[in-house]
């Protein structure tokens, strides 16, 4: 299973960047995919996930208004759009897959996801 992020970059506060995740090796149909950010100095934190199943999103309470989710699961792909970025959401986005359905699985738990890409790495500058 490999999952490669994209989409990521240096960018001004205030704009928006629309990260990617497109997964292969795997076929996305009972699965929770989902959006775990690492900033400096850190824990990871979980940022949003969806289910490949019925399409729910799920956003962690900080997240929510700024952060989209979605998913294009033909394409085995999952997208993350952040508007109005601010500094303090720079860090390295990782896309991550959980072989399980939200409803059976702690979905805002990064430990949960079995799947990991690389990240990408998200710069805000004020």
């Known amino acids: 299973v490999q999952l490669q992020a994209s989409g990521g970059g240096l960018v001004q506060a205030g704009e928006s960047l629309r990260l990617s995740c497109v997964a292969s090796?795997?076929?996305?149909?009972?699965?929770?995919i989902g959006w775990i950010r690492q900033s400096p100095g850190k824990e990871r934190e979980w940022l949003s996930s969806?289910?490949?199943?019925?399409?729910?999103?799920y956003y962690a309470d900080s997240m929510k208004g700024r952060f989209t989710i979605s998913g294009d699961f033909a394409k085995n792909t999952v997208h993350l759009h952040i508007d109005g970025l601010k500094p303090e959401d720079t860090g390295i986005y990782y896309c991550a897959v959980l072989s399980d359905t939200p409803d059976s699985a702690d979905y805002d738990d990064p430990n949960e996801y079995d799947y990991w890409g690389r990240g990408t790495q998200v710069t805000v500058s004020s």
């Open positions: 969806i289910s490949s199943t019925d399409g729910s999103t």
């Open positions: 090796g795997i076929t996305l149909d009972y699965h929770t």
